[in-house]
């Protein structure tokens, strides 16, 4: 996982603002919010499917990081793995994950 997402995703989770795992995702989701989904690169099919319908609806965008494991995600997260979480879309934080993961590199790039 790229340095700078790892930093990121761990400040979200100490602000209180990070989702984490299918169950939270999918109450936050429900409850009409909207998310920017982080997935691992070794997700379960059942979890990408999950958000197929959420996602064709708007109600949240999938950003698949595609060198990043449950592990390290887990890592991130204070947690031995994590598969899937979600920031909400108007977040600061969420902005900068964004921009990072369509960049492909470091934010100060």
């Known amino acids: 996982m790229n340095r700078d997402l790892h930093d990121i995703v761990g ?19 429900k409850n009409g919010e909207r998310l920017l989904v982080l997935l691992t690169s070794d997700r379960s099919r059942n979890v990408e499917a999950m958000l197929r319908g959420y996602e064709s609806r708007g109600q949240c965008r999938v950003v698949v ?3 990043c494991t449950r592990y390290e995600l887990g890592h ?5 793995e994590a598969q899937i979480a ?3 879309a108007e977040h ?9 993961t369509a960049k492909g590199g470091n934010l100060d790039e």
């Open 11 to 29: 400040l979200a989770q100490r602000a209180g603002a990070l989702r984490i795992g299918q169950k939270n995702i999918r109450e936050a989701l």
């Open 76 to 80: 991130s997260v204070s947690r031995r």
């Open 86 to 88: 979600g920031i909400p």
């Open 65 to 67: 990081m595609p060198e």
């Open 92 to 100: 600061g934080l969420s902005k900068k994950i964004q921009a990072l």
